[in-house]
């Protein structure tokens, strides 16, 4: 009998990647490979590389978690996933992280931008918008896990630091600043007057690469000197940071252990994010036929390029393991110890209690005793435990704190070429409108940013004269 090339994995909803509109999918496994297969009756076929570890592909299911919902919904569940956001009533899990932003400039012109920002595009939020936004984020979450101040680039906002008081005041864990650190380099007072926001507050710096043509093809100049001075300003007041890295396939994915063996060595850093470029907004020197870069692929360069970390060390995230891969190390007396080996990902879920758990494992109680220190109690290292699958631990340990941890998270933000409906539901990372609603970052960036909406419109259109 004739066999097909590949083996049929899976099905799910997509979407095309010309016209956006919804259509059915199949995920399967060929040469190694996981591909997506779709059809578009107006654009036809595409085969889309979604992971290069079949294994990895598989071992996702066994991280997921019950839901998290927000306090409310926002929106109701109408035209069909993607075209309700929301949040609308059907989306899989609460903001983890919610992006604030409070302008659409920013001192760069990037060529890869998905926010489409500049000097000149759009405007300022005002204060009182910005405020609005903040008390729909608290409503929505009562308090706010991470709330990320961006932009375009928010440090150019003319009111920074009303704003940045204003959003202190509120009931958030944890603030971040997304900057390129541009006025973190050149204004030494600036950074003081950011570091009295510590503690719960951290700079989320673009951190790209070390080689000036990468920037240039990423951010349209080389900004390794701003870099380097920005991470020394932060270094001197240790200003908790996570270095941002834009990554991309061919440009800087050969980077990705140099980056990380630098950032080990930084008194402020306490992690890197490794962030695919989505294709959205401005992509300019990306071709999607050869520049995607899988989360799978970026697991494995990391694996390849450190020897810090081994496969154990770098896990999905519970509350959204599609999109998220995260490893946690202990920095101690300028060692690192990899921790995330220490989970046991058969004894990870206890659905009735909705929780995670490991509490049958004596031999893993024993080992986090012995890395947290002695004299910890064991109730202790379970907590702390349960704090590391969550988005932003916080470890408490005797004479351990947060400078102590090293994060590596690996970000897959969707766009509309690996586009999976089962998976955006659980999208964590929001950000919020100003008209109220809480969207997805991937489908923002599709269908609800700026005159986006105008040919969504049609889409939610079509979708409701489809017969019921
Ligand atoms: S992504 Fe979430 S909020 Fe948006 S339509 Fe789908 S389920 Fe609703």
Redesign the pocket.
């Given at each position: 009998m004739p066999v097909r090339p590949y083996t049929y994995y899976d099905f799910t909803l997509s979407i095309c990647s010309t016209c956006l509109r919804r259509v059915d999918a199949k995920i399967v496994f060929e040469n190694g490979n996981v591909y997506m297969h779709k059809n578009c009756r107006e654009h036809g076929f595409e085969k889309v590389l979604i992971a290069t570890d079949i294994a990895y592909y598989k071992k996702i299911r066994n991280y997921n978690k019950p839901s998290e919902t927000p306090l409310h919904f926002n929106t109701k569940?109408h035209y069909g996933?993607?075209?309700?956001?929301?949040?609308?009533t059907?989306?899989e899990q609460h903001s983890c992280l919610t992006v604030i932003e409070i302008t659409d400039r920013c001192n760069l012109q990037c060529p890869t931008c998905y926010a489409m920002s500049s000097p000149h595009y759009g405007r300022h939020r005002t204060i009182e918008e910005v405020e609005k936004m903040l008390d729909i984020i608290v409503a929505n979450e009562g308090t706010p896990d991470v709330v990320q101040i961006s932009g375009g680039e928010p440090t150019v906002h003319p009111d920074f630091f009303a704003i940045m008081d204003i959003a202190k005041q509120k009931p958030i864990k944890h603030l971040m600043l997304n900057t390129n650190g541009i006025r973190i380099a050149k204004d030494f007072e600036f950074a003081k007057q950011l570091a009295t926001y510590a503690p719960d507050f951290e700079i989320y710096l673009q951190f790209d690469s070390f080689k000036s043509s990468a920037l240039e093809q990423l951010r349209g100049k080389d900004l390794t000197e701003v870099r380097m001075k920005a991470l020394e300003n932060l270094n001197a007041l240790n200003l908790s940071t996570t270095l941002v890295v834009t990554l991309q396939q061919g440009v800087n994915d050969d980077e990705i252990g140099k980056i990380i063996n630098f950032a080990l060595q930084q008194k402020c850093v306490r992690g890197v994010t490794f962030q695919p470029t989505q294709v959205a907004g401005r992509t300019q020197n990306f071709n999607p036929a050869t520049d995607r870069i899988t989360l799978t692929d970026v697991r494995q360069k990391i694996l390849d390029q450190t020897t810090v970390f081994k496969p154990n060390d770098l896990i999905p995230v519970p509350c959204n393991p599609d999109a998220l891969v995260m490893g946690y190390a202990l920095k101690l007396a300028g060692q690192t110890f990899p921790l995330t080996r220490y989970i046991d990902p058969a004894q990870l879920l206890d659905n009735s209690r909705n929780t995670i758990i490991y509490e049958q494992d004596d031999a893993l109680k024993e080992k986090m005793i012995d890395i947290f220190s002695t004299g910890i109690s064991v109730d202790r290292v379970e907590e702390n435990m349960k704090q590391l699958l969550c988005c932003l631990p916080q470890i408490e340990a005797p004479g351990l704190g947060y400078d102590n941890l090293f994060r590596i998270i690996i970000m897959r933000f969707i766009d509309a070429y690996d586009f999976d409906v089962r998976a955006?539901?659980k999208?964590c990372v929001h950000i919020v409108h100003k008209d109220g609603r809480i969207i997805?970052f991937e489908?923002m960036n599709l269908f609800y940013r700026d005159d986006k909406e105008t040919y969504l419109k049609t889409l939610q259109q079509e979708r409701a004269a489809l017969p019921v």
């Open positions: 569940t996933c993607p075209y309700d956001c929301g949040l609308c059907d989306h955006i539901k999208s997805p489908t």
